[in-house]
C-alpha cells in the first residue's frame, strides 16, 4: 500500500500498487510524484520505487541526491530535450505557498530582511555618486564606476543568501522537512562556489550590458539556473553556468518569458503596499524552483 502527495500537495492513500499504475497510466502521477510505501517514513519519487521501474522505463534503480529520486547526468540534461509549463509552475508554488504560508513568508522575510540591510549598508558608498548624477543632470564616469564596483562586489553576498533561500524551497518542494537552518545553507560546504559564482556572473553580465545590452539579457537568462544547480548538485561554480546555458539555450525565449511572469507577479506584491511582496516574490522563487526540478531533475533516462 502506498500513499501519494498530489500536484494539490494533498495527501492521498492509502492506495495499491495496481492502483498507481493505474493513476500513472492515466496522467494523475508521474516519476517525480512523491509517494511513501506503508511501514515507512520516507517520502520519494515514484521512479525511486524499483516496483515501477518498468513503467517509467528505467532500467536499473535510479541514483538518489538528498532522497530526491533520479538525478541524470550534466551529458544526459544537455542531449536531452525538456517541457516547462510556465501555468503549472506557478499554480503549483501557489499551492505550496498556501500550504505552508507562514513559515515560507518568515523565513523568506528573514533573507530579505537581511538582504536589504546588506543593500543599505553599501548603498552609503554608491548614494552620494547617485544624487550628484540627479542634480548635475549628467553621467558621471567616476560615479557609474563606483555604481558598478559596488554592484560587483555585492553580489556574491546575495548569491550565498538566495541560495540558501533556494534550498529551503527545493527542501520544501521535495517534502524533505527544510528548516530556517536549510535557508542560510549557503554558508555551508557550498560558501566558495557561490561566492565565485555571484562574482564572475555580475562581473560578465555588467560587460554584456555595457557593451549591448541584447548580450547582458541573454547572459542573465542563460546563467538563471547556475545558483540552484550550485547549491543543490554542488556544481562548481564555472560547471553551473556552462550546463545553465546550454540547457537553457534551448528554450531562452521560453524561459525568458518565464522570467518576465515571475515578474510581474513580483510588481504586483509591490502594488500591494509593498508588503504582498513578502508573499508575491516567494510565489515567484517557488515557481521557478519548480520550472529548476522539471529541466534540471526529473527526466527519466
Known amino acids: 500500500m502506498y500513499k501519494i502527495i498530489g500536484a494539490d500537495q494533498k495527501e492521498y492513500g492509502p492506495i495499491t500498487a495496481d492502483q498507481v499504475r493505474f493513476w500513472i497510466t492515466e496522467g494523475r502521477a508521474n516519476a517525480n510524484t512523491q509517494a511513501r510505501a506503508e511501514g515507512s517514513a520516507n517520502w520519494q519519487p515514484l521512479s525511486a520505487f524499483p516496483e515501477f521501474a518498468d513503467i517509467f522505463g528505467i532500467a536499473t534503480a535510479p541514483s538518489t541526491t538528498s532522497g530526491a529520486g533520479y538525478v541524470p547526468s550534466p551529458e544526459q540534461l544537455i542531449s536531452q530535450d525538456y517541457n516547462l509549463d510556465i501555468g503549472s509552475c506557478v499554480s503549483r508554488s501557489w499551492s505550496l505557498v498556501k500550504n505552508n504560508f507562514w513559515p515560507v513568508v518568515g523565513v523568506s522575510t528573514l533573507v530579505i530582511f537581511i538582504s536589504a540591510v546588506i543593500n543599505q ?73 557561490l561566492v565565485l559564482l555571484g562574482l564572475v556572473q555580475s562581473i560578465l553580465a555588467n560587460l554584456g550590458f555595457l557593451f549591448c545590452i541584447l548580450p547582458g539579457i541573454y547572459l542573465a537568462v542563460s546563467w538563471y539556473f ?76
Open 121 to 193: 549598508i553599501f548603498g552609503l558608498f554608491t548614494r552620494p555618486a547617485i544624487q550628484e548624477m540627479i542634480r548635475q543632470h549628467r553621467f558621471s564616469p567616476k560615479a557609474i564606476f563606483l555604481v558598478l564596483l559596488i554592484g560587483i562586489l555585492t553580489a556574491p553576498v546575495y548569491s550565498v543568501l538566495f541560495g540558501g533561500l533556494l534550498k529551503y524551497y527545493l527542501k520544501l518542494i521535495r517534502a524533505e522537512g527544510p528548516t530556517v537552518a536549510d535557508a542560510f545553507g549557503g554558508f555551508g560546504p557550498s560558501l566558495g562556489q
Open 226 to 301: 547556475a545558483l540552484p544547480l550550485v547549491i543543490d548538485r554542488n556544481l562548481g561554480f564555472w560547471d553551473a553556468m556552462e550546463l545553465s546555458r546550454k540547457v537553457v539555450s534551448k528554450h531562452w525565449f521560453l524561459v525568458f518569458g518565464f522570467l518576465l511572469v515571475v515578474g510581474l507577479i513580483s510588481v504586483c506584491g509591490v502594488i500591494a503596499c509593498c508588503i504582498g511582496i513578502l508573499v508575491s516574490m516567494p510565489i515567484g522563487l517557488v515557481a521557478l524552483m519548480y520550472a529548476y526540478e522539471d529541466i534540471f531533475r526529473r527526466q527519466t533516462p
